[in-house]
């Protein structure tokens, strides 16, 4: 297993990546106050091996991946996702490609 990296790192992650699925209303939302009020609980403790801790950060690692991925996605299909019918032009540009000119001045 990787390395998961401090918990308040993250922490402030899945926070700001709740703030860029809530908009400005984020912290009103259950979801804000549950994480927040589940790392709270899970502080780390004088125990030697605090497994619900690690467990807690292990599933926030993972929230935080599933976040990110769902936004990144969605990125993703608003700019390449069918509009119709496109020219040709339209299509060369968004594969990085430029169509030849005719001479003549036809295209």
């Not at 009103?28 to 125990?47: C, M």
């Amino acid at each position: 297993m990787a390395a998961l990296g401090a918990p308040l790192r993250t922490l402030r992650a899945l926070l700001r990546e709740l703030r860029h699925a809530a908009g400005r209303s984020y912290r009103d939302s259950p979801a804000y106050r549950h994480v927040l009020s589940a790392f709270r609980e899970h502080r780390v403790t004088s125990e030697k091996l605090c497994r619900a801790q690690q467990e807690l950060h292990f599933q926030a690692a993972t929230y935080l991946c599933l976040l990110r991925s769902v936004r990144e996605h969605e990125a993703l299909h608003r700019e390449y996702h069918g509009k119709g019918e496109r020219s040709p032009q339209e299509v060369a540009g968004l594969v990085g490609f430029r169509l030849p000119q005719q001479p003549g001045g036809k295209g």
